[in-house]
Nanobody, 126 residues
């Protein structure tokens, strides 16, 4: 059974940092792309970042580029999202998602990933 479990969400002041983690199980981690998405109240889900576990390439949405960093530990089947310089508009439920087997170089976010976690709340106060 595929499982994705997010952790690390919290309440933080603007300008602060958080590190989200996604623990994956039930599939061959090296063959998948892992993405982070977020959804704020009343807004559509937004792709934030992704990483291709087979070649390590990453992608970031313009809204987080330069502030967020995605990384993968294939030995531990975890993907982390380091979020710095947080802004109130980063407030959302953050979801980890996986799709694969991933056979193309790099990764992208503009489609519905196959497997999803339950989400973790990030709240940034002004």
């Amino acid at each position: 059974e595929v499982q994705l479990v997010e952790s690390g969400g919290a309440l933080v002041q603007a300008g602060g940092s958080l590190r989200l983690s996604c623990a994956a199980s039930g599939f061959t981690f090296d063959d998948y792309a892992i993405g982070w998405f977020r959804q704020a109240p009343g807004k559509e889900r937004e792709g934030v970042s992704c990483i291709s576990s087979n070649d390590g390439r990453t992608y970031y949405a313009d809204s987080v580029k330069g502030r967020f960093t995605i990384s993968s530990d294939n030995a531990k089947n975890t993907v982390s999202l380091q979020m710095n310089s947080l802004k109130p508009e980063d407030t959302a439920v953050y979801y980890c998602a996986a799709d694969g087997p991933w056979v193309v170089p790099g990764c992208y976010l503009g489609f519905d990933y196959e497997y999803w976690g339950q989400g973790t709340q990030v709240t940034v106060s002004s």
